[in-house]
């Protein structure tokens, strides 16, 4: 996957604007939007846009099942699917696990994840402890329990003769990952850890050095765009400004 292409994405849920871009609008438009911002990241290498869906959503109310999260249906999957081979881009399941199990989550998505255009996202900032609840919060994760996602989807490459998988994981600040050193690369795993810090280029920037220092070897860097947050009071940062971070990121997405 690196250094051949560059990833660039949209996130979202269709009908969810406060979610990301996908969640405006026609999904057919934004795929179409994405493929000409992707271009403008190519920078020497092959712009690859990834539509990023949030298959599992945090919720603040517990659910039947006290989970605080929600699985999109897989009809809704099935479409962006569709839509991402149409546009020869890749299609990332975004998990936001609320109080389920991580790996349950993933299991769950198995039927998608065999296919070679489909990989996965994490997002620990929504990993509830027993007693905690999505949006009162930061959740965690841990490097060891990437590393047994990593573990999974690496038996899938293997078994099924798939492609190099993504695997990303997003992180807002350090408390957000513990034990990142723990994390160990797996075969046929490519591993983001997508910088999400909001706020104006400067603030985004010293988020971004604080949280790619000492990261482990092995895994790529990712940044992520607020198109609302971000311009908030300043603005959002342009390609050329996002190129001359360091390490130049692999990844690109905007919410």
């Keep these: 996957m690196f250094p051949r292409h560059r990833l660039?994405?949209?996130?979202?849920?269709?009908?969810?604007?406060?979610?990301?871009?996908?969640?405006?609008?026609?999904?057919?438009?934004?795929?179409?939007?994405?493929?000409k911002v992707a271009k403008t990241y190519a920078a020497?290498?092959?712009?690859?846009?990834v539509l990023e869906l949030l298959a599992v959503v945090a919720n603040a109310d517990a659910g039947r099942d006290g989970s605080y999260r929600s699985r999109t249906p897989s009809a809704t999957i099935r479409r962006f699917h569709a839509?991402?081979?149409?546009?020869?881009?890749?299609?990332?399941?975004?998990?936001?696990?609320?109080r389920a199990a991580v790996l349950d989550e993933v299991e769950a998505l198995h039927d998608w994840l065999v296919h070679p255009d489909v990989g996965l996202a994490l997002d620990p900032e929504w990993e509830m402890g027993p007693h905690e609840v999505p949006g009162r919060t930061f959740g965690r994760t841990s490097g060891h329990e990437l590393t047994r996602v990593a573990r999974y989807l690496s038996a899938l490459v293997d078994a099924h003769a798939l492609p190099q998988k993504a695997l990303v994981f997003h992180q807002v600040a350090t408390s957000v990952v513990r034990d990142e050193s723990a994390l160990r690369p797996q075969p046929g795993v490519a591993l983001i850890k997508s910088v999400d810090g909001i706020g104006s280029p400067a603030l985004k920037r010293r988020t971004w050095r604080h949280l790619v220092s000492g990261m482990p070897d092995g895994v790529h860097a990712g940044f992520k765009l607020f198109y609302e947050?971000?311009?908030?009071?300043?603005?959002?940062?342009?390609p050329d400004e996002v190129l001359r971070l360091s390490p130049e990121p692999d990844y690109v997405m905007y919410e």
Excluded at 14 to 31: Q, T
Aim: proline content about 8%.
């Design 83 to 98: 839509l991402a081979r149409k546009h020869r881009a890749l299609l990332l399941l975004n998990i936001q696990p609320g």
């Design 8 to 35: 660039v994405g949209f996130c979202g849920l269709p009908g969810a604007v406060a979610l990301g871009r996908l969640g405006i609008g026609a999904p057919g438009r934004r795929a179409a939007e994405l493929a």
């Design 229 to 238: 947050e971000d311009a908030k009071g300043s603005r959002l940062m342009s």
């Design 44 to 49: 020497g290498r092959e712009p690859l846009p």
